[in-house]
């Protein structure tokens, strides 16, 4: 199968620089028909924008593409950039839920408004341009969703109790749209990069800054966008050139009065994937068929 994307469109949020543009770029380079989001700041003319400089780029190497700069988490944004989309190219086949916003401060000094706004950017922003698309690749019986997700998401970070709450609920929902979307040729994945961006730039040291740039992540995200993916509902982690396979697991059961004891000897287990929550809960009945509790 071939990873060309001729007459496939694709919308990019948050596409104006780092992960967000490289993606765009490289969509473009195989073919694909992108709609650049990425928001305006004020005083900004189109050609400014960040949004206008990576269209202006995609064209300037032959591509297509046309700039849009809805914010995200505004109501109605997915709709509007889905109409965009299909104005401009005439279908929606991709969607890379890419924007984001970062987080400095601790839960205790945060306000709920501040929790919401940044939530909102990283969760709502995807699942409004998603649900927004959705019925139109189910339709045509074709689509790639490729959500950014983060370590933060799986395993939780100090200071990021709202970021990493986004992306937690970005691994459930590409997972559940994942097997609602199989049988209809629409296949939703996320992506957990490191990246050197505005986000992590001040974190990362200069030799590792350098190894972990932004189109490092794009062959990945290219690859999920084409037809030649096979992957479905699975989290993947890329950064220098190197790709992780994330997933949630858990340990078999233990039975007992000692809680403590029980919890201290499950520490010690390996964990084991399940590929639903389904399967997840028929191996606990399994075990507990397996210690006599139910026949």
């Known amino acids: 199968m071939q990873q060309d994307l001729e007459g496939r469109v694709a919308i990019v949020t948050g596409a104006g620089k780092g992960i967000g543009r490289a993606c765009a770029l490289a969509l473009a380079s195989r073919g694909a028909r992108v709609l650049v989001n990425n928001r305006r700041h004020p005083g900004e003319t189109d050609e400014q924008t960040s949004a206008g400089q990576v269209v202006a780029a995609i064209r300037a190497a032959g591509g297509t593409a046309q700039a849009n700069y809805e914010s995200v988490q505004t109501e109605g944004a997915g709709e509007r950039m889905v109409a965009h989309a299909q104005d401009q190219f005439g279908r929606v086949d991709i969607l890379v839920a890419n924007a984001a916003s970062p987080q400095a401060a601790t839960f205790r000094k945060q306000t709920l408004d501040e929790f919401r706004a940044i939530f909102d950017v990283g969760f709502l922003g995807a699942l409004q341009l998603v649900h927004a698309a959705w019925p139109h690749l189910l339709d045509q019986g074709w689509g790639r969703v490729v959500m950014m997700t983060s370590s933060a998401g799986r395993y939780g970070n100090h200071g990021l109790a709202a970021y990493s709450a986004s992306k937690a609920a970005i691994e459930m929902l590409m997972r559940s749209l994942a097997a609602e979307g199989a049988s209809r040729g629409v296949r939703v994945n996320a992506v957990s990069p490191y990246a050197d961006t505005q986000m992590t730039h001040s974190y990362l040291a200069e030799d590792l800054a350098r190894c972990l740039r932004p189109e490092a992540v794009a062959p990945l995200v290219s690859w999920l966008a084409s037809e030649a993916c096979n992957a479905n509902g699975e989290v993947f982690v890329a950064g220098g050139g190197r790709l992780r396979r994330g997933f949630s697991v858990e340990t078999d059961s233990l039975a007992g009065e000692d ?15 399940h590929p639903s929550s389904n399967h997840a809960f028929a191996t606990l009945v399994e075990e507990l068929r397996q210690g006599g509790q139910i026949r």
Not at 259 to 273: K, Q
Request: net charge neutral; proline share 13%; hydrophobic share 55%.
């Open 259 to 273: 809680i403590a004891a029980i919890v201290d000897a499950l520490r010690e287990l390996p964990g084991r994937p």
